[in-house]
């Protein structure tokens, strides 16, 4: 069965600097992979989606990029940090159409 | 294009009673539905999904949901709840074709109370 990594589990970043969210998966190849925002007491956001390497589609039009350089490797990146980035951010992998997310990653912009 | 209503923000409910969370759902095409848990500062666990078959679907932690194709509902039950059964469930549909995106829910707290 698939097992997907996200790194790290806690973030405290100052706004305006960069960031960096990775994602990997292990036990499958050729996911589909998809990053979520998670904003305090609201639903899931989709971000990005991605169906294969160097293949990403953007949902939501901000501060953020996605990139996907091996095919199990998802990279959630931002090069200058909002306030508003702050949330809880889920990395997920399609699988027989089914998604299991990762463990998250909270991100606290200060 | 789907959409998904979670009825109920927050249901609160005593231990070892039962408990029903509503999901109702949109869509113009035949549709797979989940049910997701997030505990507190986890990502979200498969709890049950509808795929094709059998209407009465059991998931882990012994809930289960039933798809009714008329009234475009997709209600998760559980007989006699624990308090280790508090957390966020959300309700998700995808189409059964083509596009590999679902839509969440917004999700209901469930509160379960000693």
């Known amino acids: 069965s698939q097992t997907i990594h996200q790194w790290p589990a806690t973030l405290v970043q100052p706004v305006g600097s960069p960031l960096s969210l990775e994602c990997t998966v292990e036990?499958?190849?050729?996911?589909?992979l998809y990053w979520y925002r998670q904003a305090a007491g609201r639903g899931l956001q989709l971000l990005f989606y991605s169906v294969g390497i160097g293949q990403i589609s953007s949902e939501v039009p901000q501060n953020l990029s996605a990139s996907r350089p091996q095919d199990r490797q998802f990279i959630l990146s931002s090069k200058k940090l909002l306030l508003s980035d702050s949330g809880f951010y889920l990395c997920?992998?399609?699988?027989?159409?089914?998604?299991?997310f990762g463990a998250g990653t909270r991100l606290s912009v200060l | 294009a789907q959409s998904v209503t979670q009825l109920d923000s927050q249901v609160p409910v005593f231990e070892e009673a039962p408990v029903e969370l509503r999901c109702n759902y949109s869509s113009s095409v035949s549709v797979y539905l989940f049910w997701y848990v997030q505990y507190p500062n986890q990502g979200l666990q498969l709890l049950l999904k509808y795929l094709s078959g059998s209407t009465l679907v059991k998931g882990i932690n012994g809930f289960e949901a039933e798809f009714n194709k008329s009234q475009t509902s997709f209600h998760l039950r559980k007989p006699s709840v624990h308090i280790s059964d508090t957390a966020e469930y959300f309700c998700?549909?995808?189409?059964?074709?083509?596009?590999?995106?679902?839509?969440f829910g917004r999700g209901t707290s469930l509160i379960v109370h000693p």
């Open positions: 036990g499958t190849s050729n996911p589909n």
């Open positions: 997920a992998c399609g699988l027989a159409g089914v998604l299991y």
């Open positions: 998700a549909v995808r189409p059964s074709g083509g596009s590999y995106i679902p839509t």
